[in-house]
């Protein structure tokens, strides 16, 4: 049995970025030379998901405009309030886009014959949601 950690960094230029993450995996399978087991992928910001799903231009401008259509940018929300919060970040809608997309800091992807076990059209992906930041992902790589 064999263990890898490496750790990614992204730098996101928007408030909300969708970054696919699927060929990094990959390198980083490749590297570790494990054949079968599973790499587990974790975000440690509590304003993003990972999930994974189709990397469809048509279909990412849809789950922007689904995320913005459910949570408001114009309504009060107490964790933006001096009153309420010490957040001076004033990123209420961050935290609640994230719970729409599952609430997901991790994910775990199988690897079958030194490869990520995933469909045709499935790709990981990345949900940046209160940036421009600098964010950093950890992910284990476990197998043999």
């Known amino acids: 049995m064999k263990i890898a950690w490496h750790t990614l960094s992204l730098k996101s230029k928007s408030r909300i970025e ?25 975000s440690l910001h509590t304003t993003t998901a990972l999930f994974i799903n189709e990397w469809q231009n048509a279909l990412l401008e849809d789950i922007r405009e689904f995320i913005h259509s459910l949570v408001d940018d114009e309504r009060e929300y107490k964790h933006n309030s001096p ?37 045709r059209w499935q790709r990981v992906i990345f949900a940046e949601l209160d940036g421009p930041q600098d964010r950093m992902l950890q992910v284990q790589i476990i197998g043999q």
């Open 83 to 119: 009153e309420f919060s010490d957040c001076e970040r004033q990123n209420a809608t961050s935290h609640l886009r994230s719970l729409l997309l599952g609430g997901n800091k991790s994910l775990t992807v199988l690897i079958r014959e030194g490869r990520l076990l995933l469909g």
């Open 18 to 42: 969708l970054t696919d993450l699927t060929e990094r995996l990959r390198e980083l399978l490749q590297e570790t030379k494990i054949r079968d087991g599973f790499l587990h992928l974790m």
